[in-house]
């Protein structure tokens, strides 16, 4: 089913197309291409959370296995256009369906390797149909160069050979009369000619009556006739006879081959589909191990919460892989792949936005909407695991300048067209990201409307993130239920955005302190300064406070969660090199059991033959010979590994089948 006009209008806005073209390129064929084009949100949580897992199972796979991808190629759209046109298939394309086959059966035995690891993986590879009567008859006919082999049937065989044979006479016959002394001045230099199975010899024209034989072609000017010799015409024929039974065999190889391609179409096209599926979370998962991408927890309570969730496709620009790019301003890409962390839900369902301009808000908006649509799409996002995406039925969004010049929209007309549609259509199962608003016109008027929207969003429980830099709409959360600040950081002392979100502040537009970094006469900055306090002096002072004591906790925040990913490495770290260190030690343990016993087995080997010498000593010492040799079994018997094989023959009942080794 299609996506609202308003839902692909946020798609577009929110430049989702980019990450299609992004998982396009990480995909290995055409298959997984084409999904990757066409992806879209979901409201399915049991599907959406399926494909999550698929995906971050496939990650971890690919650390220790790889997948093998080769053969995956598009056959169901060849199938129906065989079947719309009524003629058999090519070898080539019948050779590749038998390796779209394969590809089907390699990639099974990989993802179902560890079903209790890998559940949905396992659940994945299930849907992968094997064909063996496609895939053992197919090669059996075609070879894999897209050649109908000799062997496909007999008289196939035959027939070949026959022309092989006629091939090699013609040719040999047609040569010998070439280099016959008294006809040399007759032909052209270039020898034998053959052109659609005759041969043909290239004689000057004005020798036209010394060569008998039928003018097969000429030259563009006329000067040479290329003729076949009367005394090779019968052969002649009877090679173009045969090369036409040949044609005809081959031609019901085919027809056999392709009625029962036709006859598995679908399962053949049910077989693609699952293929297409694996190469696009292959390319899902690619481009997660790529950058730290993974998959957050769908929520069906309304919880959003990112933790140093970054802009996935401002952070691919940012690779210096991609330092090529014309007309990207990398040095500013980077500047603002900067991680902000946003939470809302219980109890909180507006988040206003505020800071300077240039301070990253349109960014902000853009990384939380982009991948709010990645986790609704079944794609890891760019946070931090422990992430969650609410199962949000729709997104809207208005951002940026989005003026229409051919409907002569001014910029505030072309905001509150959306805004219209915001309340045509939103629930309060949509997420709604407006940008910048009540800006456009009066300001007065403009914080007015921004007031009666925020409201009506708050009375009626949507979900909504709004920027603004309307001072007026800073105070609205101090007063409202449900409604929290948030402010693009500053800093006071190099006067340059941070780009960093800062949770339950507000910001403030910083536009004297810009304007006194630029140059502005600093009498008039203070003059401004002495306006502004009249007005909100008391308010300002507060906010400010705030911003510094918030900053202050922000530093810390960061630091301690420096500290944790540091001790989580470390943990991790010594985890592995723990399990090193068990892994090390059951070898060694393995190879000294091994050593022991073959030293004792050595040591038997030696001894069993002197007590057998010994035997034949008088009669009264031979309880001396047996206890001896009932000691000599029992050093092999008392080794590590004689314990466990005397364990396991001890622990034997009757009627348990045993492997015994030669």
Known sequence: MALPDHYQHALRVLEYDRIREVLTSYAASALGRKV???????????????????????????????????????????????????????????????ELIRAGQSLRAVLSRDPDLYPHLARLAAGLEDLPDLREEIPRSIEPSGDVRDEATVKLAGLRKEIRELRETLRHRSASILRQGHLRKCFQEGGVTVKDDRYLLPVKAEYRSWIHGPIRDRSQSGATLFIEPEQIVSDGDALIDKVEDEKAEVSLILWALTRKLLDRRQEIERLERRLARIDFTYAKASFATAFELEAPRIDDEGSLELRNARHPYLLWLSRDSHRGLRDVDLEAVEARVVPLDLRMGRGVRIL????????????????????????????????????????????FADIGDEQSI???????????????????????????????????????????????????????????????????????????????????????????????????????????????????????????????SKVEAPTREIISRMEISRRRVEKERRRAERVRRRVQKEAREYEERVEEVKARKEVLDVEAELEVDRRMRAAQEELVPLVEKLKNVPQIHRPLVDDLEERVHRLLVATPLGQKREAFARSLHKGDEVYVPK
């Open 406 to 532: 051919e409907q002569s929209l001014s910029t505030f007309s072309s905001h509150l067209r959306q805004v219209a549609e915001v309340l045509r259509s939103a629930t309060d199962r949509s997420l709604i990201l407006l940008d910048e608003l009540g800006s456009g016109t009066d300001p007065l008027e403009g914080a007015a409307l921004g007031t009666a929207l925020l409201d009506a969003f708050r009375e009626r429980g949507w979900n909504a993130i709004i920027t603004t830099h309307l001072g007026s709409l800073k105070q609205y959360a101090y007063i409202h239920e449900g409604v929290e600040n948030a402010a693009m950081e500053f800093d006071p002392q190099s006067l340059r955005p941070t780009y960093r979100l800062l949770m339950g502040v507000p910001g403030s537009s910083n536009a004297l302190a810009v304007a006194r970094r630029l140059g502005i006469d600093g009498e008039i900055i203070d003059r401004a300064e002495q306006e502004i």
């Open 36 to 98: 990757a084009a066409r992806i879209e949100p979901l409201a399915d949580p049991a599907r959406l959370r399926a494909l999550h897992a698929e995906t971050t199972e496939l990650c971890e796979l690919m650390r220790v296995a790889r997948l093998p991808l080769s053969g995956l190629s598009e056959a169901a759209e060849g199938i129906r256009a065989i079947r719309e046109q009524g003629r058999p298939a090519e070898p080539d394309f019948l050779y590749r369906v038998v």
């Open 352 to 395: 206003i936005v505020t800071g300077p301009n240039t301070g990253g808000k349109t960014v902000a908006l853009k990384t939380v909407g982009l991948n709010v649509l990645l986790a609704l799409s079944g794609v890891p996002i760019a946070a931090e695991r422990g992430s969650c995406v609410p199962l949000f039925q729709d997104v």
